[in-house]
């Protein structure tokens, strides 16, 4: 299959008011492709049109217009559900259900065996973090982070080609975000495709291959993401990096090496330099200075920059 999810000219409009109705355009002609075996970051601040774009994907909410397949079917059709996972931003639960109850709930609903659902269940729990302490717990005793961990064991109970997580790590202490960073790159290992959205800028730089980038409701980016955050069509910066001497050592440097900037850092200095033709000169006079090099390394930039940039006058 090329491609799992496939998005042409997605739009939704909702009504605003009570005595005099106006439309506000939540999502505008919308196009999308996901291959299959990545892990792709949906991305946009506060109200760009993320999670109304998973919920008409995942049938929630209808489109205005346009069209979208999932696993080669329309979004409409129900069969193809049996194939994919989902976890949205804010899991809600029964309050008076346990998380092993809630499990065998969901495995129920995929047809599973009893000795299956109680296996595949201890399994999902185990690997989302949750200690086995807490299986036979009623949910509204749960704190937000322990409900997301649920969240997305449920998500995975019917092995899913397909995982749809909306802001995954919502909630989660920085030792649960990186055990689930683990299990979503696992997925990918296991041939799973993971679409999610996040506002965590880090974990997507760590997880993704591609990323598409939503403002007020319309595409303004979408790539393999090393290739976005490169700097082509500009000049390539290489950052030159130091020790056993201090920046002042090198005040000189922009004098015989021009464009080029020093910058103090604790253990020594960092020089950064238009193009390669530069670094060995630099090279030459650190150690006339009696430096040592560190490393040498492309400067490109971040995905928070790359956001900031794209989504600016949202």
């Known amino acids: 299959m090329e491609h799992i999810i496939e998005i042409q000219g997605l739009t ?3 009504e605003k008011g009570f005595w005099k109705k106006t439309r506000v355009r939540a999502l505008e002609d919308l196009d999308l492709n996901v291959a299959p ?4 970051g949906f991305l946009g601040g506060n109200g760009a049109g993320k999670t109304t774009t998973i919920k008409m994907l995942m049938g929630l909410i209808f489109p205005t217009s346009g069209n979208a397949k999932i696993l080669g079917e329309d979004i409409s059709d129900v069969k193809m559900r049996s194939r ?3 976890c949205p931003e804010n899991p809600y639960f029964y309050d008076y259900l346990k998380a092993s109850e809630l499990m065998d709930y969901f495995g129920q609903l ?9 296996a595949v269940a201890g399994e999902l729990l185990t690997k989302v973090g949750l200690e086995e302490r807490h299986w036979n717990r009623q949910l509204r005793k749960f704190s937000k982070g322990m409900l997301q961990r649920v969240g997305i064991a449920q998500s995975l109970i019917n092995d899913p080609e397909l995982v749809v997580l909306d802001e ?3 909630g989660l202490d920085p030792v649960g975000r990186r055990e689930i960073r683990e299990l979503i790159a696992e997925l ?3 041939g799973k495709t993971v679409f999610m959205s996040s506002h965590i800028l880090s974990d997507i730089e760590a997880l993704c291959d591609n990323v598409a980038i939503l403002r007020s409701g319309k595409l303004v980016a979408t790539g393999r993401l090393d290739e976005l955050l490169a700097t082509s069509g500009e000049v390539q910066l290489f950052e030159i990096n130091v020790k056993s001497i201090t920046a002042d050592q090198l005040s000189h440097v922009p004098q015989t090496v021009p464009g080029a900037r020093v910058t103090p850092r604790p253990s020594g200095a960092s020089i950064q330099v238009e193009g390669d033709g530069d670094i060995e000169k ?3 006079e650190v150690k006339k200075a009696g430096g040592h090099l560190v490393s040498v390394q492309p400067v490109r930039q971040s995905l928070e ?5 794209e989504t600016a006058g949202s």
Not at 37 to 40: A, C, D, E, M, V
Not at 110 to 118: H, I, P, S, T, Y
Not at 305 to 309: A, G, P, Y
């Open 305 to 309: 920059e790359l956001f900031v940039k």
């Open 168 to 170: 995954p790590m919502s």
């Open 12 to 14: 939704k409009d909702y």
């Open 282 to 284: 630099v090279l030459d």
């Open 110 to 118: 995929f047809g599973l065996d009893a000795q299956k659902r109680k």
């Open 188 to 190: 990918r290992t296991a």
């Open 84 to 86: 994919i996972g989902y």
């Open 37 to 40: 075996g990545q892990i792709f």
